[in-house]
């Protein structure tokens, strides 16, 4: 089958099945991340999928403890913004995560938000066989993106999702150079690297579903 061909396929699938994909922007600002995420989302409607997108950077997003509570079910003692988002994460069919680079890894926002993912976990490894995605920004073409990126990965692998990478120039995700508000929007090959994987996470999470 040719890829056009597949892709119409996925689009009729995703019609009939509703699938969905959330996104994450682990950004303290609505900035490069964001609008990375946004354009990988775009793609994910065109070719027929739900989608939903969370930004961090509007949440309350608590440490955590360490307090064993989700040992004994799906909830956790820490009362903030967490727990609907983990919600909607198992509820999904695929999940993208977006992250600024800080020091050639993600920000302390998303990896205090990866620690709470403890439930997902515990609870009968509920993102597992879910399709992931991974987009970083950095300040310049070689920042610490892939370091960053590959931190993402190794989350993902650890709730045993399947990870995809951008389908056709051989990178491990989406990434994009940007510094100032606006940037990424004039990386044509950042863009491009985005747009490639989400496409990817649409047909490999209706090969999945079909």
């Not at 061909?5 to 609505?30: F, L, N, P």
């Not at 989302?41 to 360490?66: D, N, P």
């Amino acid at each position: 089958m040719e890829a056009d061909e597949e892709v119409v396929c996925a689009i009729r699938y995703v019609k009939e099945g509703k699938m969905r994909v959330i996104g994450i922007s682990g950004a303290h600002r609505q900035g490069n991340t964001l609008q990375l995420l946004e354009k990988a989302l775009f793609v994910c409607e065109k070719m027929g999928f739900e989608t939903e997108l969370v930004s961090l950077a509007e949440k309350s997003i608590g440490f955590c403890t360490t307090c064993d509570a989700c040992k004994t079910g799906f909830t956790c003692s820490v009362k903030d913004d967490v727990f609907p988002i983990l919600e909607k994460m198992r509820d999904a069919d695929a999940i993208i995560i977006a992250s600024p680079t800080y020091f050639a890894s993600v920000s302390g926002r998303l990896k205090a938000f990866f620690d709470r993912t403890l439930p997902l976990r515990r609870n009968g490894m509920l993102l597992a066989g879910k399709v992931g995605g991974v987009i970083t920004v950095g300040g310049s073409r070689n920042g610490g993106q892939e370091k960053a990126l590959s931190s993402i990965v190794d989350w993902m692998f650890v709730h045993e999702m399947v990870v995809v990478s951008d389908k056709k120039t051989a990178h491990f995700g989406g990434i994009a150079v940007g510094r100032n508000p606006g940037d990424v929007l004039k990386d044509d090959i950042g863009l491009a690297t985005v747009r490639n994987l989400a496409e990817k996470i649409c047909e490999t999470t209706t090969r999945i579903q079909r």
